[in-house]
């Protein structure tokens, strides 16, 4: 299995790389973590006749807080999620998504903004950010722009990021400290070590004693676009926790994904395991949250 | 062979099926030192420094000068007629070198077709029709691998699609025919019968009790992390084909490329460089090692070949694929009485399994296991589909592990519907240690076995009585836990000459020593080990016998130039077989140090006796001639009228097969809303005789296991109704991780074969055998009082869950 | 198709090499450098029998073009062992019986080494996690745990042995 040929460029500034990307066009891919595009090219899924590696452009990859967000650089790694104590202390949620992506050895090369701008409804980044409500910086010919995470995700692999723009950012709103009780996890259920979920939930809530004050539910591998759990959300935002509640919200969820059938199981199977995950994934938060993690 | 080797027989094998009564004991016997480190020793492998170094030299190493590679145009249809194929424009790129169609075959001699290992015939490169998806159409060649890569994008195929048959029931109505290039316009292959199906039908009408459950073995692939491949050299001035190949078996696949081909077989060497496992995968021969052998007798260069894990895994031969209809009678005691079965082979698009050919369906018929009956009958019939050719024995004897995942199976269920303890009712239902040499209603004749010690040392390691008690609490408060059982009966060490073969080569095997006169040795033999340490195990046999260091003998395999011939390495056969032609070579050479000796000492042969290391002379040990001092002898002072030299060949024949044991008990719990299986302890009490080398049948045992439990949880090939393969990678076909894999519990007891020279029997696919009924019985257990009576494999979480809503349990 | 010149330092020596650019790292490695020590198993990133170090991290090199890695760093198998002398690693893994076959062990002992020198005293869980990049059909992973537990011991007995002759 050999990649077909191409030309590759490994610009060391940003607006040669968007420049090369508005001079190739469709032609062009941009080359980051490599660990969905290159398997693609082997098997001739993916032909491109160019390739612009972004990996030599400097100040791509950080994670600091600024703002009241957290904001992650486009070639950031994975493995560097994992590794970051901030990362770990402040945002489980995150930190839950990092541990499950893949295997270790991907993890050391994929990026953060690459599981992003892929836009495959089986990564697990997407679910993670529709629950922070996190949004996306992207560069192109005119400069930078900020894209909401709800309005990213267009369709099965396609993003609102224009042709000639490159995903350069994302940008984590720092939940709420203090009185409020923010808390955030993520539960995927995987056949082994290195697949994609068959299911998994995201959330992101903040509680006050029993009550859910707010909620943000993203959902990975059960749609062809990545979802926010919207009839999920209004069930439980408002609510006092209890069990009836959390069922209630597990049926939502399962009812408004749109999973498809294959060997990961029935269509039937994944929406119960929606329902199964997001009550799980609820109690995990809501424990967190209680707890004092963020 | 020397004269005197033909003077000396030290062969005594047992008559028959005969069989002493052996004792059963735990400790590994070890009566060499450490310096020796003959038959016992934990010794540390001796080929491991090159593999740890990145210094192993496998096949995709082997670089010759002027190599050109091969690739291979595959087929995006299970059948359809091939109208035409243009490889103009792949021919016209730079670097290609050749494109060799079924035609270009026909042309050279017919090399089209060419025979399974079963006596049927398969397609080496299709002219009129493919038969299943990813079949090989035709082979380009080039100078570079990612020119050969490009090349094959090129070829353009003009098919015709038909239609497909794919589930082996529907083809057994032949309504697609997947092989009209047969006579008969049929997919039935064969039909066997073993058993008595007269009896048997006896003991079930006066039965009081039947059970009776059709279950699925599903494909699987054997998956070893090298794929196959081939550098094949052709010499035109010489006429000398050498190839290197990932071959479990050289020595017997020379002979079949002679018969094939027409090459004299003294011109054909083929070497079997370091093999990344095989487990039986590259026991066949695929079309791509005849394609490249062509490849290089045309072109006259080296062209290298090697698969791409997706072509492994949707063309190399799968393993299983058994449809299984099994009943089970019992008396009013409880007592097996009885076993009869139905079972349907889909053997894919050629029989191109790997079984003696006096055995359709393998040692399939020792599925009375491990339990005393009166009578079992057993009738299998094989079928063609639009699926690859196969099955390998993965990882066993031909097809025992079918014969064990039924038998283990029915009598859980049946001690489940009479309310009975599994374990109990397996230690009723046994064949007793009394009762060995045991011959089964099918007729295998059982060489040794102690199933009570096993299962009770089983259930003593996991303390069995506990977890009874855990389970009962654990579901009143409705937690799914499960306990399972398997006590199997292995078969190994193909074999007796009379019984079983390779296309007519008899399964012996063979070793040759030579002792330096330094005292270093050299010994080779017929198998090739693929990862389970012959190097090591060989080297502390040849030790045992001679007293000479294991350090000190060097091991060589594969190299059919220099080793004696012999049927290669699957079965678990090596220790018996090889193993104990190394023992006999050795006594041979004994038999010659001896008489060295007591010339040398001047006394005669009956003063002198054997201790550990060298000839003493009896009542006065200090005089004494080491098998170093003996070995320089052979070479500078040996006895006048005695050729020189210090050397043995022996090719062994067994008497009888071996046949391992153990039990296994896994607990697993169960995740009520995924339907998540969590394997939370297993232990496996194994009996393989005499043990060698303990680490490495402990390391086999553990490799073993997981390969259990991938099929039993993890692993199936899917295809879908078009028959394309929907698990044709290693994102979709699921081998389990550090992650997946259990901290297995290991036991033994030791129950010697009383016709191995050593008391050994085999032990490298035991586990992966005896594994998965314990698995699924464990799951069962779990879901026995919900109404669940079975679940077939791979035991997914969709597959459970799908169960327990369909018996009400809801999360 | 374009092609780049290559400076990367592997195993210690600086090698400059033209290649075309879809050239994959581990064919570079294999084929143009003759290290043979690391493997092919798959085509989609699964099994790691092709793990190296770039820049000191794990990494499938079937899954990075050797255009990328200019000016980079690379170790493989081939320098794990200094001066004839066996790296704890590989020592853990003859002592422990950690490989059968030898086909994934490459690629597993380097995996083990990127564990190791960020975790020098793993869990037997994190040690499973951390190999599950790494596929392996032979030895059902105990043993090769245990290898990895022999090596973190012996790191650290050099270490407080190094500490004490300092």
């Known amino acids: ?60 990859e950080y994670i600091r807080e600024e703002d009241g967000h957290l904001v992650i650089g486009g070639l950031t790694r994975e493995s560097a999620l994992e590794e970051s104590s901030l990362v770990q202390e402040k945002y489980p949620l995150l930190a839950d998504t990092a541990k499950v992506i893949a295997d270790p050895l991907v993890r050391n090369l994929a990026t953060v903004g690459g599981n992003l701008a892929h836009a495959d409804p089986a990564n697990d980044h997407p679910a993670t950010m529709l629950a922070y409500g996190a949004s996306v910086v992207a560069h192109g010919p005119n400069g930078a722009r900020t894209i909401a995470i709800d309005d990213f995700f267009v369709d099965l692999f396609a993003t609102a990021l224009e042709r000639s723009e490159i995903l350069t950012e994302i940008r984590i709103p720092t939940p709420p400290t203090g009185s409020a009780n923010a808390g955030g996890a993520y539960l995927k259920m995987e056949r082994k070590v290195g697949d994609y979920a068959v299911s998994a939930v995201a959330v992101q809530l903040v509680m006050d004693g029993d009550t859910v004050v707010s909620a943000r539910l993203g959902l990975t591998n059960v749609n062809p676009v990545p979802m926010r759990a919207i009839a999920a959300e209004a069930e439980l935002i408002g609510k006092e926790l209890n069990d009836e509640v959390l069922e209630a919200v597990g049926r939502a969820a399962a009812a408004e994904c749109d999973p498809s059938a294959d060997l990961r199981g029935s269509v039937e199977y994944k929406r119960d395991l929606t329902r199964v995950l997001t009550k799980r994934v609820i109690r995990k938060a809501v424990e967190r949250a209680k707890g004092g993690d963020s | 062979m020397t004269q005197l080797d033909d003077r000396i027989e030290p062969h005594s094998p047992l008559p028959e099926g005969v069989s002493a009564q052996v004792e059963t004991t735990h400790d590994v016997r070890v009566t060499t030192p450490a310096k020796i480190c003959g038959v016992g020793h934990a010794m540390k492998r001796k080929e491991d420094p090159r593999f740890i170094q990145g210094k192993g030299r496998y096949i995709d190493d082997i670089k010759l000068p002027g190599m050109l590679y091969m690739d291979i145009v595959r087929s995006p249809y299970a059948h359809a007629k091939i109208k035409k194929i243009d490889a103009s424009e792949a021919l016209a790129m730079d670097g290609v070198v050749a494109v060799i169609t079924g035609e270009d075959l026909k042309a050279a001699g017919d090399l089209h077709w060419m025979p399974t290992l079963m006596s049927d015939t398969q397609m080496v490169l299709p002219i009129e029709k493919v038969v299943y998806y990813a079949q090989e159409i035709c082979v380009v060649v080039a100078t570079e691998r990612y020119i050969a890569a490009d090349a094959i994008e090129k070829v353009v195929v003009d098919y015709e699609p038909l239609e497909v048959v794919i589930d082996p029931h529907l083809a057994m109505e032949d309504k697609v025919i997947v092989r009209d290039d047969k006579e008969k316009k049929t997919n039935h292959i064969w039909h066997w019968e073993a058993g008595d199906k007269e009896a048997t039908d006896k003991v079930f009408a006066e039965a009081a009790h039947v059970v009776e459950q059709s279950m699925h073995i599903p494909r699987i692939h054997v998956v070893s992390i090298e794929t196959c491949g081939m550098v094949a050299n052709y010499n035109k001035a010489t006429e000398h084909m050498q190839m290197y190949m990932t071959s479990q078996a050289p020595h017997a696949h020379r002979t079949i490329f002679a018969m094939v081909s027409g090459l004299p077989e003294h011109k054909i060497q083929i070497i079997s460089p370091d093999i990344g496992g095989g487990f039986g995968g590259k026991v066949p021969i695929y079309p791509g090692y005849v394609c490249c052998v062509v490849a290089s007798l045309t072109l006259g260069k080296p062209v290298k070949w090697i698969e ?28 097996i009485t009885g076993l009869r079965v139905k079972t349907l082979a889909d053997c894919g698009a050629a029989d191109a399994a790997a079984n003696p050919s006096k055995f359709p369906a393998g040692m399939y018929s020792i599925c009375t296991g491990s ?12 079928v063609y589909t639009n699926k690859p050719p196969g099955g390998v024995a993965y990882r066993c004897s031909f097809r025992v592990t079918e014969a064990v995942h039924m038998v283990e199976r029915l009598t859980d269920i049946m001690a489940h519907k009479l309310g009975e303890d599994p374990a109990d009712f397996r230690l009723k239902n046994f064949i007793r240690p009394d009762q060995f040499p045991y011959k089964s209603p099918t007729g295998w004749d059982y060489d040794s076995g102690n199933y009570q010690a096993a299962l009770e040392k089983a259930m003593e390691l996991i303390d069995y009585p506990s977890l009874r008690k855990e389970q009962a609490e654990k579901r009143k408060r409705g937690e799914l836990m499960g306990i399972g059982i398997s006590s199997f009966t292995e078969v190994v060490g193909a074999g007796p000459s009379r019984d079983f073969d390779i296309l007519g080569l008899k399964m012996f095997d063979s070793a040759e020593i030579r002792i330096h006169p330094t005292g270093k040795a050299m010994a080779r033999f017929g198998t090739k080990s693929q990862g389970q340490g012959h190097e090591t195990t060989y080297a502390q046999i040849i030790a045992e016998e001679l007293g000479l260091p294991a350090e000190d003998i060097q091991i060589e395999e594969g ?3 220099t080793a004696p011939y012999g049927l290669g390495t699957y079965a678990s056969r090596s220790t018996p077989t090889a193993g104990a032609a190394g023992v006999m070579a050795a006594r041979k050479i004994k038999a010659k140090a001896k008489k060295i000796a007591a010339h040398l000492l001047e006394v005669g042969e009956d003063d002198l006796e054997w201790n550990v290391d060298k000839f003493q002379v009896k009542g006065s040990p200090d005089q004494a001639k080491t098998i170093q001092e003996i070995a320089f002898a052979a070479y500078t002072n040996h006895p006048p009228g005695m050729q020189a030299g210090l050397e043995a060949t022996d090719y062994y024949d067994p008497p009888n097969l071996t046949f391992p044991f153990g039990s296994y008990i896994c607990v697993v719990d169960i995740d009520s809303g995924t339907g998540e299986v969590h394997v939370r302890r297993f232990v496996a009490v194994d009996d ?124 | 198709m374009s092609r780049h010149t290559v400076n990367v330092t592997v195993n210690g020596e600086v090698v400059s090499e033209e290649v075309e650019a879809r050239m994959l790292l581990v ?11 690391t493997h092919i198993g798959c085509d989609t990133s699964n099994c790691g029998a092709c793990t190296v170090l770039l820049n000191g991290r794990a990494v499938k090199s079937c899954t990075i073009f050797a255009a990328q890695v200019d000016g980079g760093t690379i170790e493989t198998i081939e320098a794990l062992a200094v001066d004839g002398k066996l790296h704890p690693l590989q020592e853990g893994f003859w002592e422990k019986h950690g490989l059968q076959c030898g086909y994934c062990t490459p690629g597993m002992i380097m995996s083990a080494k990127h564990l190791l020198d960020k975790n020098p005293n793993p869990t037997e869980e994190e040690i499973r996690w951390g190999i599950s990049g790494n596929l392996c059909r032979c030895t059902g ?26």
Request: net charge negative.
């Open chain 2, 559 to 561: 190299d059919t130039d």
């Open chain 3, 141 to 166: 992973y105990n043993k090769i745990v245990e290898a990895i537990q022999y090596a973190a011991e012996k790191i650290e007995q050099g270490d407080s042995a190094e500490e004490v002759s300092a």
């Open chain 3, 27 to 37: 064919h570079f490695i294999r084929e143009v450098l003759d290290l043979t020590g």
């Open chain 2, 371 to 382: 339990y005393d009956m009166k009578a079992a009958h057993i009738a299998v019939d094989g």
């Open chain 2, 688 to 811: 393989c005789g005499n043990i060698i080398n303990p680490l490495i049948v402990e390391g086999q045992i553990q490799g073993g296991l997981t390969q259990g439990l991938a099929p039993a949880l993890f692993e199936e090939i899917v295809y879908d109704e078009n028959g394309q393969n929907l698990t044709g990678t290693l994102a979709d076909y699921l081998v389990p991780t550090a992650v997946e894999t259990p901290k297995w519990e290991l036991g033994r007891t030791i129950t010697p074969s009383p016709h191995h020279p050593l008391g050994a029997k085999g032990v490298g696919e035991s586990a992966t055998v005896g594994a998965p009924p314990a698995i699924v019985n464990a799951v069962v257990d779990a879901m026995w009082h919900l109404g669940v009576r079975h679940v077939e494999i791979p035991m997914t979480p969709q597959r459970i869950w799908a169960l327990l809503r369909e018996h009400g349990v809801a999360d």
């Open chain 1, 1 to 60: 299995m050999i990649p077909g040929s191409f030309d590759y460029h490994a610009p060391t500034t940003l607006d040669d790389a968007v420049a090369l990307l508005t001079e190739h066009g469709g032609d062009a891919k941009i080359l980051a973590g490599g660990h969905s595009l290159i398997p693609a090219m082997r098997f001739r899924l993916a032909v491109p006749d160019v390739l612009i590696d972004i990996n030599r452009i400097p100040d791509l």
């Open chain 2, 308 to 335: 791409d894990r997706s072509e492994n895994l949707q063309a190399d031969s799968f393993a299983r694929d058994y449809h299984i209809e099994a009943e089970m009678a019992a008396d009013h005691d409880g007592k």
